[in-house]
């Protein structure tokens, strides 16, 4: 399912508020450009991710991150690019309560839900819980996912260059790069 022009407006308004609330100003342009992820699985408020970045280049990457109450950036991993190693990325969350999911020991029952109907799709469960002020660094080629919890989350992502077109994704139903439908 593509996302449609209606559906993204709104989304970058609920973002813009969001990242206001949290005390991060945006320009005008970085409100107009706000990424809206639903990674073609049609249920962005489940399954998508919000995204402002504020600088990529040949060495480095930061992007603001959102995440709606309960909304969940699906599994997967950053590979090996043009010789590199892959990103790596630091996750600080700024607010809100955001589970993140990473290769290694199951730490137990998860506190995150997997998205019904995607069981099949989330193989990592090992859990970090990230508060305001607490951060992860997530090594290259790391399966990762992870989950806002109830009131929604911020998050600063410092990383290696990203490029999101190589991210590799353990549902194969899942299209990284957006599709817009230009019907309201």
């Not at 992502?157 to 190589?166: A, H, N, P, V």
């Amino acid at each position: 399912m593509d996302l449609k022009r209606s559906e993204i407006v709104a989304a970058r308004k609920r973002t813009a508020d969001i990242l206001d609330r949290a005390g991060i100003a945006l320009t005008p342009y970085e409100r107009e450009t706000i990424e809206i992820a639903d990674f073609g699985l049609g249920d962005l408020q489940r399954q998508g991710l919000e995204i402002v970045t504020c600088i990529n280049t040949d060495r480095y990457c930061a992007k603001e991150l959102v995440l709606f109450p309960g909304q969940t950036c699906p599994e997967h991993l950053h590979p090996p690019v043009d010789g590199g190693l892959g990103k790596m990325e630091t996750f600080r969350c700024r607010s809100g309560l955001v589970y993140l999911y990473v290769e290694g020991e199951n730490s137990g029952i998860i506190q995150a839900e997997v998205p019904p109907g995607s069981e099949d799709y989330y193989t990592v469960f090992r859990e970090i819980e990230l508060r305001p002020g607490q951060q992860y660094t997530i090594p290259p080629g790391t399966k990762h996912w992870f989950q806002a919890g109830e009131r929604g989350a911020v998050v600063s992502e410092f990383s290696s260059t990203s490029r999101d077109e190589y991210d590799l994704f353990t549902d194969p139903n899942v299209r990284r790069i957006p599709i817009v439908d230009e019907a309201i």
